[in-house]
């Protein structure tokens, strides 16, 4: 049977080293929990969100799902959504996908694995929207990241979407919805230009966006 010491061991130096260098560190993180921001990303273990960012523990509420979609069934990314919003008091949520995305790359390819092909599904819908903009991209991997751009623009749109942010909104809270995108090969968040904080011009803001990107 394997173990997982060197794990353990490796939080307890990671545990020394926080306490050496502010031994207040974990009684700070045990008392208070304010994060501004909230994450809603892809589950891949290259885009560690706190350090990509440079946010401590405490400073980010994450959630993450394979292909950072935001479905308006799934009621883990809503519950998050709702305690960030109404419990955390968030003041802004970025949709962050990545370049090279494996679960947008099967939606693209519309490769099976099993279960997760249902999650891929909405990618795949969204592949089936853009088509001729996907496909302008040019070869595969241009094609791959151009959907990875686009599924960041449509779930952050999905986010702005839901009667959380809607009802937020209505009652003049100043809640920014973000959509980036991370870069694999020289570790640089983009911006995609689709930022909304109000329900005010979401379409325009959408299409802006889309448009945007094929520049």
């Known amino acids: 049977m394997g173990t997982l010491n060197h794990l353990l061991n490796n939080n307890r130096k990671w545990a020394s080293d926080r306490i050496e260098q502010q031994k207040d560190f974990f009684k700070r993180l045990e008392n208070i929990q304010s994060p501004q921001y909230l994450w809603i990303g892809c589950s891949d273990s290259r885009v560690p969100a706190n350090e990509i960012v440079a946010l401590d523990p405490g400073e980010l509420f994450v959630h993450r799902n394979v292909a950072n979609v935001v479905v308006h069934t799934d009621l883990n990314c809503l519950s998050v959504i709702q305690y960030a919003v109404e419990v ?13 995305c494996g679960g947008v790359r099967a939606a693209l390819l519309k490769q099976r694995f099993g279960l ?14 853009y088509q001729s903009i996907v496909e302008s991209a040019g070869s595969v991997e241009k094609q791959v990241d151009r959907l990875c751009e686009l599924n960041v623009i449509e779930q952050t749109l999905n986010v702005c979407e839901t009667t959380i942010i809607q009802d937020a909104w209505g009652r003049g809270e100043s809640l920014d919805v973000h959509g980036w995108i991370y870069g694999l090969n020289d570790g640089i968040i983009r911006d995609l230009n689709i930022t909304m904080n109000s329900a005010d011009d979401m379409a325009a803001i959408y299409q802006h966006a889309v448009t945007g990107i094929t520049k």
Do not use: A, E, S, T
């Open 116 to 129: 997760i092909d249902n999650w891929l599904r909405h990618i795949q819908d969204i592949h089936q929207r």
């Open 88 to 100: 955390l008091k968030v003041k802004h949520i970025m949709v962050v996908g990545h370049y090279g």
